[in-house]
């Protein structure tokens, strides 16, 4: 009899030792579900801003006007410019930079105004040129040989004709 009790305190014991282990584990398996269902919530959201970034972007871009210009290019010195090198500054009063500089003619593009070329990317219109009249774009590089490299080409432009500021 006093055997059956102690197995039975025993048995009891290790019963609820195990009972409790198996809540612990139940639990942590529970946090850690709560926590992978927390990072798939996260990851679709991000993956919504994305999509609504892309979504974004693209009726962006459709809402600007888009033609073929012929791109050209010119960099900073007498051979480019002309007289107006010595100044080293845009029609908008900035230092020209190969990374963003083009010049256009106002009368279609703004000064100011954010111009997409394809397979150049995004510029600003921030000069202008005695050749650069109607659809024209010069694209401002660096170096007179790499503006010889370029040439003339014939490219999709995307722009606002609305947009810009103007110069007093």
Do not use: H
């Not at 002309?82 to 703004?110: C, E, F, H, L, M």
């Not at 014939?154 to 110069?167: A, E, L, P, Q």
Request: hydrophobic share 40%; with cysteine; charged share 25%.
């Amino acid at each position: 009899m006093i055997l059956r009790k102690k197995c039975f305190y025993i048995f009891s014991i290790l019963a609820f030792v195990l009972l409790i282990s198996m809540y612990f584990n139940v639990k942590r398996l529970y946090e850690i579900k709560l926590i992978m269902s927390e990072l798939n919530c996260k990851n679709t959201e991000l993956e919504m801003q994305n999509a609504t970034f892309e979504e974004r972007q693209k009726k962006f871009i459709t809402s600007l006007k888009s033609e073929v210009f012929e791109v050209t290019a010119y960099d900073q010195s007498p051979l480019s410019c002309g007289k107006w090198s010595q100044y080293g500054k845009t029609k908008t009063g900035t230092k020209p930079n190969s990374q963003r500089t083009v010049a256009v003619d106002p009368a279609i593009i703004p000064l100011g105004s954010m111009v997409y070329i394809e397979g150049i990317g995004w510029r600003i219109a921030e000069d202008t040129g005695r050749l650069v009249k109607g659809k024209c774009i010069d694209v401002f590089f660096d170096s007179y040989a790499d503006a010889l490299e370029f040439g003339r080409k014939n490219i999709k432009v995307y722009y606002n004709g609305k947009s810009g500021y103007r110069i007093s």
